[in-house]
Every structure is written in structure tokens, then in C-alpha cells.
């Protein structure tokens, strides 16, 4: 079985060229279902039926696997076993009458625009790693880049004179996105004054760097943004991905069309973007309850 997987992560890697952390996940949830099926004494994946999969989602279950990761699960099981009725002639697909659970739609979270200029305005810009955390900021603000595009920059893709980045997204999908002109004014700044002692005399093709000069971690990041609101008094659940939501909410409240912001997000559907409209919307209805005087 453990070949089976080994061959369908090669397959999903050539054909869908998806990103390192999507391949762990699904490598990480067909071992798991592995491990169930030889627990059951069943010896290949050809031999399952609907009652193994029912039997593996209530093994979650009871796990205490939410609805999101159970869902997570299940479409990992049916990609992998679509691949094995069109690569491995599988005659019977016990995923096909399988429904996932139903997920509640929530909204995502986001930073006020006066919370997000006091998390900018928070390093230290005298020291090089401050210079680097406000340039980073303001660079993930101005653009929603996600956290693994930011920290995988290299100096081919600044076009600063223009004012622009080019961005490889999900399935190395390309996009161009503005700059801004104080995430260029920061970005210029870390590169002429920080960087240099950053990299310690080392050749690197990555624009933000640790004090050993090398890429910073996504881990990394994601602490020092969490350090940073504790030091300004945020105190909501906060991450990378909170600015880059920030980022869409700020744009479409603002008056920014919904196809340019799914553009510089990089969203493959119109339909992903949309839920910021609902943001939006909940803004409105507020203003309203607040100043109509039948609110």
C-alpha cells in the first residue's frame, strides 16, 4: 500500500504541480488511512469498501477531528481514489456515494485599518532586524502576498522601479502585484541598509533573511507578527493570513473591484474572493442599524 501513495503523490506532483505543504497533507492522510485499513487486517486499498470508509470517518470521529479536517480527509480519499479508477483500472469506487460533512461558512478574521497601521509602526527600524519586520509587513499589507510567497521573494521577482512584484502562487500560477509606494520606500530601505548585514557576507537569492542569513521560516514569521500585536495591544487571534485578509476587506471597503482583488490574491475562483464581500456587507449593515433612523 505504502507504493500505492508513493505513486499517487509523484502523479498528483506532475499533473497538479502543487505546492510542498498540500503533497505533505495528503501524504499525511492517506498514511493515516493506511495505518486504519492494517489495523482492519485489510492488505490493499483495492479490497475497501463503504464500510471500511464509514468505519474510518467514525474512528476520526472519535478522535475529536473536526468537521474541517474530517472534510480535509475524505476529498484526500476521493482524489486518490479517482486516481486509482483512471491510472489502476479500479472497477469499484467505494468514495462515490460518500457525502462529506456540511461546514459552516465563517468569516475570516480581520485587523482593523487602525489596529494594522499600529502593527506596522511596531519594530524597531533602528536595528536591522526591525528594518526587516517593517518592511516585511508593510510588503504583505500592500500586496496579500500569503506568508510562503513573502518569504520565498527573491530579488528576480522586485521590480521596484515600477513599483510591482511578481508573485508564483499555488501551482507556480504567476500574477504581478502593486507595490505601494511605503512598502517600496521600506523595501528599499531594508535592502540598502539591512540586508547587507543580515547576510553576513553570504550570496543568498532570497530578499528577507534570518541573523544567519538565511530565508526566514514561515514559524518564524508567524511569531514574530504574534510578538509584535502583543507589544501593540492586539489582542484577537492574529497571523500572517489575518493581514492578508485585512488586505482584500481593506481594498473592497474602499471601492476596489472584486476581480482585481482576486487577481492580486492570486484566487483561481471569483467565488474565493467573494467572501470578502460579506465582510463588506456586514460593514454596511452596521453603518446603517447605527445611522438610518429606522436602523
Known amino acids: 500500500m505504502k507504493n500505492t501513495i508513493e505513486e499517487f503523490l509523484a502523479h498528483l506532483d506532475l499533473e497538479r504541480n502543487l505546492a510542498p505543504n498540500t503533497l505533505a497533507a495528503?501524504?499525511?492522510?492517506?498514511?493515516d488511512f493506511q495505518t486504519f485499513l492494517e489495523k482492519q487486517g485489510v492488505k490493499n486499498f483495492e479490497e475497501v469498501g463503504v464500510e471500511e470508509i464509514l468505519l474510518f470517518l467514525e474512528d476520526l470521529r472519535k478522535r475529536?477531528?473536526?468537521a474541517r479536517s474530517l472534510a480535509r480527509k475524505l476529498s484526500a480519499l476521493k482524489t486518490f481514489y479517482r486516481y486509482l479508477e483512471l491510472e489502476r483500472g479500479l472497477k469499484r469506487n467505494p468514495l462515490l456515494l460518500i457525502e462529506g460533512p456540511k461546514l459552516p461558512r465563517t468569516l475570516p478574521k480581520v485587523l482593523t485599518v487602525e489596529e494594522v497601521e499600529r502593527?506596522?509602526?511596531?519594530p524597531d527600524t533602528s536595528t536591522p532586524q526591525g528594518l526587516r519586520d517593517r518592511a516585511m509587513l508593510e510588503t504583505l499589507y500592500a500586496t496579500g502576498v500569503r506568508v510562503?510567497?513573502?518569504?520565498?521573494?527573491t530579488f528576480a521577482q522586485l521590480n521596484l522601479s515600477a513599483g510591482f512584484i511578481r508573485v508564483y502562487g499555488k501551482g507556480s500560477k504567476e500574477r504581478l502585484v502593486p507595490l505601494g509606494d511605503l512598502a517600496r520606500e521600506y523595501l528599499e530601505r531594508y535592502l540598502r541598509e539591512a540586508r547587507p548585514l543580515l547576510a553576513r557576507g553570504q550570496d543568498s537569492p532570497f530578499v528577507f533573511l534570518n541573523r544567519q542569513g538565511r530565508p526566514l521560516t514561515r514559524q518564524r514569521f508567524w511569531q514574530i507578527i504574534k510578538d509584535y500585536a502583543r507589544?501593540?495591544?492586539?489582542?484577537k487571534e492574529i497571523s500572517p493570513h489575518v493581514l492578508r485578509h485585512s488586505f482584500a476587506t481593506h481594498l473592497l471597503e474602499g471601492?476596489?473591484?472584486?476581480?482585481a482583488v482576486q487577481m492580486m490574491l492570486g484566487h483561481?475562483?471569483?467565488?474565493?474572493?467573494?467572501?470578502?464581500?460579506?465582510?463588506?456587507?456586514?460593514?454596511?449593515?452596521?453603518i446603517?442599524?447605527?445611522h438610518h433612523p429606522r436602523g
Do not use: C
Open 26 to 31: 495528503y501524504a499525511r492522510d492517506l498514511r
Open 268 to 286: 483561481a475562483s471569483l467565488a474565493t474572493t467573494q467572501i470578502y464581500t460579506h465582510l463588506d456587507l456586514r460593514n454596511l449593515r452596521a
Open 231 to 235: 507589544k501593540v495591544g492586539i489582542n
Open 119 to 122: 502593527l506596522i509602526s511596531a
Open 288 to 290: 446603517h442599524e447605527k
Open 255 to 259: 471601492g476596489a473591484d472584486l476581480r
Open 148 to 153: 510562503s510567497e513573502l518569504i520565498r521573494l
Open 64 to 66: 475529536g477531528l473536526s
